[in-house]
Structures are given as C-alpha cells and as structure tokens.
C-alpha cells in the first residue's frame, strides 16, 4: 500500500519519488498467571524504520490514539523511537499519525493497526518467555520531493533516493528544527529488537521466491485439473461418436430387419 504525499516546497525535483521503508505494529508479554485480570499484558506499539533506522530523519512526531478507556488515550511521541508502552488486557484498534517535517510533507499520513495480545490457536499457550508479535510492512512514497528534503537526507539509510540527474544542483542542507535536543533514534539497539520481524531485502527476496514457487505450484495443479478435464471430455467425446455409429448400426439392423420381414410377409401372402 504505497502511500503519496504532497510536499509543501517551492522546488520540487520533478519525474522523481522517495520511499521511506516503515514497519509498524506491537509486541505483547503475558505478565504469567499472577498478574492482574485486567493488567494481564505489557505491550509496546510503534513506528519503525523496516530496517531499524532512524525515522526521525522524515517524522517529526506520531500521535497514538488508544482506547477511550485509558486515561490520556491520545498520546504524542515527539521524538524518535516513535512507540508507547502499556499494560492492559483488551484488544482493539489503534490510529496512528505521522506528522512529518516541514521539508517533507504538508500533509499527515493515517495508519491503522489491531493490537494483538493473544497467540493464534496454532501457536501454541500463553508464554511469559515468547511475546505476541504483529507488524506490518509499508513504504511511504513521496513524489517529486523538494530539494531541502533531498539534500538533508540524500545519504541517510532510512530513505531511498533513485539516482538523480547530473544537471541538478542540491542546495546546502539544513538540519531539522529541534535536532541538539534529539535523542538517538534508532531501533537497533531496542531491548526488542530480537523480536522485530526481519524486513531486509535478501528476507523479502526469500519471501517473493517463497510466494512464486507457492503461485506456480498452484498453476500447475490448477493445469493438471485442467488436463485431466481435457482428457474426460476426449473421452466423453470418443464414447459420443462411438454410441452415435452404434445408433447408426442399430438403425441399419432395424431397416434390414424391417425389409426382411416385409419380404416374408409377402411370401407367405402369396403361398396361401
């Protein structure tokens, strides 16, 4: 689901996109059986770079809307890692929004995601050593980007930025408002990271092949159904053209016999 945005500089690169790979989701602990019913679980949600970068580079901040039910339900992140942590014991829909710097975007982006706190029935019981883990894999795409932008983060690992063209001149960059008072905003280091769901390209390469061979395989027994179709209606065919020549025979029997009887009755006719 590529995402487009509108950008709000006065120079804009045209025939141009960047995409900013993200991953978003949560990760759930059971707390074990001696905690409380309705603080069964801590879970954290959030916005990451898909490969762990820092984000912060592109979003200013991201505002998690949780259910009503939790006191200060609306919360800001103002910096990144962009995540929240709670305790609760309920599943329910959460809205996030990006808000991205000036350079960037004018324009908020909207994403949706369904807090998972229990293991599907085929991933075995509740566990206090193994979390529940849901993300999701997206890329922000941003066309025709304004110069700025490209220019802060031309070598930053987060974006990806198409080869431009020889004639274009970029201007000096500019930091981000507030960046002496960033904290670092990677991922890499989170004491969840060994959790986080591997989204680099030689995995999605695994995962395209993985799906291929799963789409070909079903191709071909979709082409086996279709050939022993084929083979059933031959032979349909070849039983249709043998009962029409047996009809055929049969009619000619029934004429000859037809004649034979004629004949006879004649005979005998004539003999009395």
Not at 197 to 214: C, V
């Amino acid at each position: 689901m590529d995402q487009k945005m509108k950008k709000v500089s006065n120079k804009k690169l045209k025939d141009c996109e960047v995409s900013v790979p993200i991953a978003y989701g949560n990760i759930a602990f059971w707390l074990g059986k001696k905690a409380s019913e309705y603080q069964s679980h801590r879970w954290t949600v959030y916005v990451r770079g898909a490969t762990n970068e820092d984000l912060g580079v592109v979003v200013k901040r991201a505002v998690f809307q949780l259910h009503s039910s939790f006191n200060n339900p609306t919360r800001v992140i103002e910096y990144p890692p962009f995540e929240l942590s709670e305790c609760g014991w309920g599943e329910f829909e959460i809205a996030i929004t990006l808000y991205f710097h000036t350079d960037v975007c004018d324009k908020p982006l909207s994403l949706y995601h369904h807090l998972k706190l229990y293991p599907e029935d085929d991933s075995g019981p509740l566990s206090t050593k193994k979390p529940v883990v849901v993300e999701s894999y997206d890329e922000v795409i941003f066309s025709e980007p304004s110069d700025e932008f490209i220019s802060r983060v031309h070598n930053h690992p987060v974006v990806i930025i198409p080869r431009l063209s020889t004639g274009i001149h970029l201007p000096v960059p500019v930091p981000v408002e507030n960046v002496e008072k960033r904290k670092k905003g990677d991922t890499k280091d989170s004491h969840l990271v060994q959790w986080f769901t591997n989204f680099s390209e030689a995995d999605e390469l695994l995962k395209l092949a993985a799906a291929r061979q799963q789409v070909n395989d079903e191709i071909e027994a979709e082409i086996q159904i279709t050939r022993q179709i084929e083979s059933e209606i031959v032979k349909c065919e070849e039983i249709e053209v043998a009962l029409v020549a047996r009809e055929s025979e049969l009619m000619k029997l029934v004429y000859f016999s037809q004649f034979e009887l004629r004949g006879l009755i004649a005979v005998t006719g004539n003999f009395f």
